[in-house]
């Protein structure tokens, strides 16, 4: 798998979503307005169905009868989940406190500190379930183990989303809406998980395996791609106000997000060295710590604050900073693959 077109200038993407929708937020206020309007237990609706063609796709690939082989070869999945669920949420919180509430109290106003703290735990909840296929790929990593991390992570993330980030939201002081997080991890979480897997069931039994992963799933990226630019002018509208009156603000909740994002990756990197886990295993383990599931992340981050627009702003910033600072790793993980034990995770053992 190589990257696409629109994933290597992801962040150029996002770029011209934001002016395109500042614009539209500063000079027809009326669009967004009018959109705002339409929500449903403080979930808006057309970001919700955008949010659903991002998603959708992305569970396609996912096959979760991959999950059967996790007790194979378990070490490189130790290092996945232990950095994903107990150590990459509280680092975001720690390292996102400190830059928002302590290096950068005199320039970003209290209320706003709270938001983009916000934002950024609710990205540092999410490993990658997507981009990840497209990380590994680039570093040779094992694509059948790859596909085991990413199905169980899936999983976890049913149970652990929840209770992690309202955990965090609380001791940074900030309200959680209980009903809206549970409600926005069903709607966007999984009502596609569910549906992908129908699917997926439902095409493999008909026509094969071959036919669902070599034409199927391709019919579908488009949908991805065009709910996500739409998704995020639609975002960008609705915060015309917010980023026209802190231009500075992007530069400096992307710095902490950056640190974030090394910080994990070397956590799982040089733990799965440590663990003489080969290259193919040891890289995808540290790509989808590093990455996000940015998608869910917005979704939620719009659900739960539609009066906070700085929360899914932090969200957004996430996207905009992920392509290049992973394509980083990526040459460091390929210049670094003396660093293993020579020889590669044979699939069947996975």
């Known amino acids: 798998m190589k990257i696409s077109f629109f994933e290597k200038y992801l962040t150029v993407f996002v770029l011209l979503c934001m002016a395109i929708g500042v614009g539209i937020g500063s000079l027809v206020p009326v669009i967004p307005e009018w959109l705002s309007r339409f929500e449903i237990a403080s979930v808006n ?17 996912i096959d979760f009868t991959s999950v059967k082989n996790v007790g194979k070869n378990p070490k490189g999945l130790y290092v996945t989940w232990v950095v994903n669920w107990i150590i990459k949420p509280f680092t975001m919180f720690g390292i996102a406190y400190l830059f928002f509430y302590i290096l950068f109290s005199n320039l970003i106003p209290e209320h706003l500190a709270s938001d983009y703290l916000a934002g950024a735990v609710l990205l540092g909840a999410a490993p990658c379930t997507a981009m990840v296929f497209v990380w590994s790929s680039l570093t040779r990593g094992n694509p059948a183990y790859t596909l ?6 899936d999983l976890i993330i049913l149970v652990l989303f929840v209770p ?3 955990f965090l939201l609380g001791i940074g002081g900030i309200s959680v809406p209980w009903l809206t997080l549970f409600l926005s991890v069903f709607l966007f979480v999984v009502v596609p998980l569910a549906a992908a897997s129908l699917t997926r069931y439902i095409i493999v039994k008909s026509k094969g395996i071959d036919y669902y992963n070599q034409k199927f799933i391709p019919k579908f990226s488009k949908l991805t791609i065009s709910g996500l630019l739409l998704t995020l002018i639609m975002i960008f509208s609705l915060q015309a106000e917010l980023i026209l009156s802190n231009p500075l603000h992007i530069i400096l909740i992307s710095i902490p997000l950056i ?12 733990t799965s060295r440590s663990l003489k886990l080969t290259h193919d295993v040891a890289a995808p383990a540290g790509m989808i710590g590093a990455s996000n599931f940015f998608e869910l992340a917005v979704a939620v981050a719009v659900a739960l604050f539609p009066l906070n627009p700085g929360v899914a702003l932090a969200t957004i910033v996430g996207v905009l900073v992920e392509v290049p600072v992973m394509l980083i790793l990526v040459k460091i993980a390929n210049r670094t693959k003396d660093w293993f034990p020579k020889g590669e995770l044979k699939d069947e053992k996975v």
Not at 148 to 153: D, K, L, P, S
Not at 260 to 268: C, K, S
Request: proline share 5%; glycine share 6%.
């Open 45 to 61: 609706i057309p970001i919700g169905f955008l949010i659903w063609l991002m998603i959708y796709p992305m569970m396609l690939k």
């Open 148 to 153: 085991v991390q990413v199905a169980t992570n």
């Open 164 to 166: 992690i980030v309202g």
């Open 259 to 270: 640190i974030q994002t090394f910080l994990i990756f070397f956590i799982a990197y040089f």
